[in-house]
C-alpha cells in the first residue's frame, strides 16, 4: 500500500509541475519524461500529456528507460515537424506521448477536407495539403508513421470498417507517390467508429469523427542516433 501511495505522489507532483510550467517547451518536457522516471511513471504522465491514454499504443516499446538528453534531441526534432504540419491548411498538430514516453506527433485531417462524403477518394485540395505533407516526411526518415482511418456512426459496422480503411489506405498511397518511403509506413489501419472525438448525435460530431489521423514518432535509428549524439 506505501508503494502505491508513493507512486500516486511521484505521478500527481510531476503533473502538477509541468502544468504550471506553460512556457516550458516540448522538447525539455520530452527530456524529463524520457528520463529514468520508469515505466510506470512514465505511462501515467504520457496520458496526462498527451490527453489521450490510447497513445502509449503508438510505436514499440524498448523495455527501458530513454535517456532525457536523448529525450530532449527527440523532442527537439518533433518540435520542428509539428510546426512545418501545423501551417497546412486544415491540418490539427496535437502533441502526445509514444510507447517509450518519447515526444511524438499527431497529425489530424477531417474528411470533409480529404473526401467526399462516404468516399475514399482524395479531392485536389486534400492532394495539395498532403503534398506538402509530404515534405516534412520525407526530410524526416527515421520518424515512424502510423495511420489510420475514422468515420461517423452512420451505416453498418462493416461497411464503416472498409471506408475507414479505404481513407487510411488512400492517404497512405498518395504519400508513397510524393516520394515517402514505404518503410516509414508501420501501420495503416482502419478503425471504424470505434473511437468518436464527438457526439455522434449532432451533425457537427459526426464531421470531427469522420477523420484521418497521421502519427509521427521516433523509430529505433532515431532513438539509436539520438542516444549516440547524447553520449
Known sequence: MKRKNGLMVIVLSASIVLSGCSTMSNAV??????????????????AL????AKSAAIGAALGTAVGATTGVIIGKKMDKAAAQAAAIQGAK????RDANNLKAIKVTFDSG?????????????????????????????????????????????????????DRAQSVANFLQTQNVPVTQFKEIVGKNFAEPVA???????????RRVEVYMYASQKMINDAQAQAK
Open 93 to 96: 498538430v496535437d502533441s502526445i
Open 199 to 209: 457526439d455522434n448525435k449532432t451533425a457537427a460530431g459526426r464531421a470531427a469523427n
Open 49 to 52: 500529456i498527451g490527453h489521450n
Open 113 to 165: 477536407i480529404l473526401f467526399q462524403t462516404g468516399k475514399s477518394t482524395l479531392n485536389a485540395a486534400s492532394k495539395d495539403a498532403l503534398t506538402k505533407f509530404a515534405k516534412i516526411l520525407v526530410s524526416n526518415p527515421t520518424m515512424d508513421i502510423a495511420i489510420m482511418g475514422h468515420t461517423d456512426n452512420q451505416g453498418t459496422l462493416e461497411v464503416n470498417q472498409k471506408l475507414s480503411q
Open 29 to 46: 518536457k520530452g527530456g524529463l519524461l524520457g528520463g529514468g522516471g520508469g515505466a510506470a511513471v512514465g505511462a501515467g504522465i504520457g
